[in-house]
């Protein structure tokens, strides 16, 4: 058996009379077997990583709100009446708590934490949907992030990632779309600013210069020139951009 | 379970007597045909048609063609007397993993081959077109998407949700009936946006065509929240005086339900009532 024989047999079952008379006539291999020995040993010194349980939590969590989520959806499709009566509820409640406000100077902790309660539900929804393998249930998620609350950062940050990465179109229409309601935010602005030069769909590069014209976005005619100057984009992206510019001078 | 098979050069060797562009057959079981079921297919050139049929399994057709050659590289004219019958530019790869049926382009990106392919009718579809000729997908009933670049989208007779994108054709959706509470998108570059939807659909609507019509025959109540008309006036500095209304529109069906966005760039969206 030659070295380079006993090296492969090194690596899988090293075993056999011919590897073991080559190991005893070699000395080069019997010290790289020492050494692959000593190799192993230490890999299994290696403490094995466990997910935290914060995992485990967190799943329970989106669970619950997932579950929570499709209960007011269908809630929502209930009787009027039941609208109704929680409608003249919510007047009555709105009125004590505009009498308690008017008392103390800002609404009481319950009510706060009710409507935070609620946000973060959304908030859950909207986020765990749109991890989902399936496109449709994505472009659910993104229809739940309307209903996030406009400085709900975590929210806005996976519509930017769904326009940037979302390897559906119409997934990255939706969420360029429910930016929109995200506009106050110069953050935002900038990440809509940034989207257009990677963004290779021209429907979805449209959408975005629209956005931008919405936002009144002066800072984005650079990148609207450029686009407008290159000949690799499409012609009805270039004539868009090159109005784009005209509506923002 | 994986099963993995190339409709390539070798099996159309072993059947010498085959006429050229005859198409080649091959059947792939679900691994638990009792359970949710997908089919994903992701091809370069070519048309997809996907079929629902009554039976178990999928069965893919492919007729190839002489494919497109990298730049530079011109295609061989078949010697006197001889035709293709294949080579790596055509070839199709099929797989199964997880009740989900892979068909794709085989060993060279550039293969073209038009598909025809028949799964049960309670399938999953998704097409990637990325070059692309015509997609038709029909007879299905669950989670439908579809992309293409250069043709037609056309989708009949289905049940459950639809996601369609073209950039350069026309979509063409008639749906029988809705997955309540599913979102569903359609848009396209350059092409018109056609769309049947049952009587009784719930939904709220998302209109936007830069340079189109929107025609339907729905009781659409538009928002009358929807964007006011900007104006423009430069008359002072001797231009012209503009009143612009908003190109989206929004509204709701049957007093509203899960979202509904039709997205179009050059091209017109009709909306009808099945």
């Known amino acids: 058996m030659t070295c380079e024989e006993a090296r492969i047999q090194m690596l899988g079952e090293a075993e056999g009379k011919d590897f073991a008379a080559h190991l005893s006539s070699c000395e080069a291999c019997r010290n790289e077997v020492a050494r692959i020995g000593t190799l192993w040993q230490s890999l299994d010194l290696l403490p094995v990583e466990e997910p935290s349980g914060k995992v485990r939590e967190r799943f329970y969590e989106m669970l619950a709100a997932y579950r929570?989520?499709?209960?007011?959806?269908?809630?929502?499709?209930?009787?009027?009446?039941?609208?109704?009566?929680?409608?003249?509820?919510?007047l009555a409640v709105g009125l004590g708590v505009g009498y308690v406000a008017r008392g103390s100077g800002q609404p009481p902790a319950e009510v706060s934490q009710l409507r935070e309660e609620v946000a973060s539900m959304r908030q859950l929804v909207a986020l765990s949907l749109m991890q989902q393998q399936s496109a449709s249930e994505r472009l659910r998620g993104v229809s739940w992030a309307y209903q996030a609350e406009p400085s709900d950062r975590e929210v806005l940050g996976a519509l930017v990632t769904a326009v940037n990465q979302d390897t559906n179109v119409n997934v990255r229409l939706a969420a360029v779309d429910a930016l929109r309601r995200f506009a106050a935010s110069p953050e935002i602005r900038r990440a809509v600013v940034d989207a257009l030069p990677a963004q290779t769909t021209p429907l979805v590069q449209v959408a975005l210069i629209d956005?931008?014209?919405?936002?009144?976005?002066?800072?984005?005619a650079e990148a609207l020139t450029k686009l407008a100057a290159n000949r690799d984009v499409n012609d009805g992206v270039r004539q868009q951009a090159q109005w784009a510019l005209e509506k923002l001078q | 379970m994986k099963k993995l098979m190339m409709l390539s050069a070798a099996a159309l060797l072993a059947a010498p007597a085959a006429l050229p562009q005859d198409p080649q057959k091959a059947t792939v079981a679900f691994s638990d045909p009792s359970r949710p079921k997908k089919l994903v297919v992701d091809t370069m050139f070519g048309s997809?048609?996907?079929?629902?049929?009554?039976?178990?399994?999928?069965?893919?057709?492919t007729t190839g063609r002489a494919g497109i050659r990298p730049r530079g590289r011109k295609e061989a004219e078949p010697p006197a007397g001889m035709h293709r019958i294949g080579g790596s530019y055509s070839g199709v790869e099929i797989t199964e993993e997880s009740n989900t049926v892979k068909v794709s382009n085989g060993p060279s990106p550039f293969a073209a081959a038009d598909l025809v392919i028949q799964v049960p009718v309670q399938t999953s579809v998704s097409v990637n077109a990325r070059v692309g000729d015509s997609v038709t997908i029909e007879n299905i009933t669950g989670e439908i998407e579809a992309n293409n670049m250069n043709g037609q989208v056309t989708i009949t007779n289905v049940s459950g949700s639809v996601m369609a994108h073209s950039m350069n054709g026309k979509i063409v959706a008639n749906i029988n009936s809705v997955t309540p509470d599913k979102a569903m998108s359609f848009s396209t570059m350059n092409g018109e946006i056609d769309v049947t939807l049952p009587a009784s659909i719930k939904a709220n609507v998302k209109l936007k065509t830069d340079h189109g019509d929107i025609f339907t025959d729905f009781d659409i109540k538009l928002d009358s929240k929807a964007a006011p008309p900007q104006v423009e006036d430069n008359r002072k500095r001797g231009g012209r005086y503009r009143i612009q209304f908003d190109?989206?529109?929004?509204?709701?069906?049957?007093?509203?339900?899960?979202?509904?966005?039709?997205?179009?760039?050059?091209?017109?969206?009709?909306?009808h009532k099945k």
């Open chain 1, 68 to 90: 929570q989520g499709l209960a007011s959806a269908e809630s929502r499709k209930a009787y009027r009446w039941g609208q109704l009566a929680a409608a003249a509820a919510m």
């Open chain 1, 211 to 220: 956005l931008l014209v919405d936002f009144k976005d002066r800072n984005a």
């Open chain 2, 48 to 61: 997809v048609t996907v079929r629902g049929y009554n039976g178990q399994e999928v069965i893919v057709e």
């Open chain 2, 247 to 271: 190109r989206g529109t929004s509204g709701t069906i049957n007093g509203g339900g899960p979202e509904i966005q039709f997205t179009t760039f050059n091209g017109s969206i009709l909306i």
